[in-house]
């Protein structure tokens, strides 16, 4: 009797530290495979691939069910996943010109811009006072963080603007189009990256990365096949899958509040190991300005907990963000009506 109580306890409490593991050292392990590999096409081209495998192989296997892959679906997704891929492609060049903090800065803008596309586009009602308060209180931290951030450079911000705008037009565009597709999350998985990996080629030869990887292959100097950057680049595609898995499944297994409350913890989590693994970190300046986004963001959380709709709306951006800084699709899109790979 005291056993079977038991179990359900410690096989949560696994999923929710598997969990808080993978979100919070993600961000920084593709930091780290960028500064390894420096091809961010072929490394999120790689990681879409490993994700898409994951799941249909899972799939065969019996641990997992996701939506059968067919073509009228996915010229129905087409779109959907083409905003998906530019918003993990600006993703992948910020990190690879900006360090983390940046990129959680930036991140963290993001209830803000989707709380005015939603009432500029969507017609929802204008935030509460309190929730205006923790927007301005996140906008606040940005902007000191951006004033304080002694690395700054045109390129690192340009992307993390192309980000913010794309993140924020994919969480919008996403919840007034795709779940009409009534997808589950892991046919969503499974389709955002398969998509993804289609889109990656083009984009391979738009920016010219092919001519540097096949530069780099045919170079002895090249870092393509150094040990250095073959770990990095699994460690990251393994973590990518990992999260997909530890994510729903947490969802599943505890509350969205509770699930929210660890979201939040996690990106303090990042901050700390960011902080004490490396240099590539921001100023003290900086870290305090980062902490009050992410205080800021916690506010946010808890002025939505009145209002149901408000609280799922709520619930949506703060897992759309945790799932666009991990590169790979999670998301329990049955149960919330949300997203990501």
Not at 171 to 179: E, G, L, P
Request: charged share 10%; hydrophobic share 50%; proline share 3%.
């Amino acid at each position: 009797m005291s056993s079977s109580t038991k179990q359900p306890h410690y096989a949560t409490s696994g999923l929710v530290i598997g969990y808080a593991l993978c979100s919070s050292l993600l961000a920084i392990i593709n930091k780290y495979a960028i500064t390894q590999f420096n091809y961010p096409g072929l490394l999120t081209g790689l990681q879409y691939l490993t994700s898409s495998l994951g799941v249909y192989l899972l799939g065969k296997l019996g641990f997992l069910h996701h939506d059968p892959f067919t073509f009228p679906i996915a010229k129905k997704f087409f779109p959907a996943a083409l905003v998906f891929f530019l918003a993990i492609f600006t993703n992948t060049n910020l990190l690879r010109h900006a360090n983390v903090d940046t990129f959680i800065v930036f991140r963290s803008l993001t209830p803000l811009l989707v709380a005015l596309a939603d009432t500029a586009f969507r017609g929802q009602n204008l935030p509460s006072n309190l929730t205006f308060f923790s927007l301005v209180v996140i906008l606040a931290g940005a902007v000191g963080y951006v004033a304080t951030d002694s690395g700054f450079t045109l390129t690192a911000y340009s992307w993390a603007f192309a980000y913010l705008v794309t993140i924020t037009t994919e969480m919008v565009y996403i919840k007034h189009m795709v779940m009409s597709l009534g997808l589950n999350t892991w046919g969503f998985v499974l389709y955002n990256n398969v998509l993804s990996l289609m889109i990656a080629p083009f984009f391979w030869f738009l920016t010219g990365e092919n001519f540097e990887v096949s530069n780099a292959i045919n170079s002895s100097t090249g870092s393509l096949f150094e040990l250095n950057a073959v770990l990095a680049v699994a460690l990251s595609c393994v973590f990518g899958l990992l999260i997909s898995f530890f994510g729903f499944a947490a969802r599943k297994a505890v509350s969205a509040t509770a699930f929210t409350v660890t979201g939040v913890v996690n990106k303090f989590l990042t901050v700390a190991i960011n902080v004490t693994i490396w240099d590539k970190h921001a100023s003290p300046a900086g870290l305090i300005c980062l902490l009050f986004t992410i205080i800021g963001g916690v506010l946010y959380q808890q002025s939505v907990t009145g209002s149901g709709s408000q609280q799922r709306e709520a619930v949506v951006v703060s897992k759309q963000a945790d799932i666009e800084s991990d590169f790979v699709g999670d998301g329990d899109l049955e149960d919330e009506s949300e997203v990501k790979v």
